[in-house]
């Protein structure tokens, strides 16, 4: 019983790490199972598997927002140099360890297009 709170105790602290870990990591680094953290405090299970959600989102808005400025600094800079910012030419000029999701990636690039009047 007491294993087990203080189990609950240290699962509940890593509420407060930046990033949360998801639950499998937790369980893991506790040296349980997700099926007992679920059995014994669900309300701690579902709290850490929340924020962790949480805290993958805003990572990811974050990567997308670098992108976006990064394109459109891309597509300005080839654009002043008389060279069509393509999505060949900016993807070569992104900086290493950039987003390279394609969807986010073509919707930075359509956008860059359209602040700088090229109409496809």
Known sequence: MERRADLERIAMAALGETPVPSVRDL???LGITV???NKYFPAV???VA???RQCVSAETRRRHEK???DVQGIAA???GQKLYPSAKR???HL???SCREWMALNLAIRDAHKALGISK
């Open 35 to 37: 099926w007992f953290m």
């Open 90 to 92: 900016i993807v070569e």
């Open 27 to 29: 369980c893991k680094r």
């Open 77 to 79: 800079e080839l654009w």
């Open 67 to 69: 992108l976006y400025r």
């Open 95 to 97: 900086p290493e360890g």
């Open 50 to 52: 929340e924020r962790h």
């Open 45 to 47: 299970q579902s709290l």
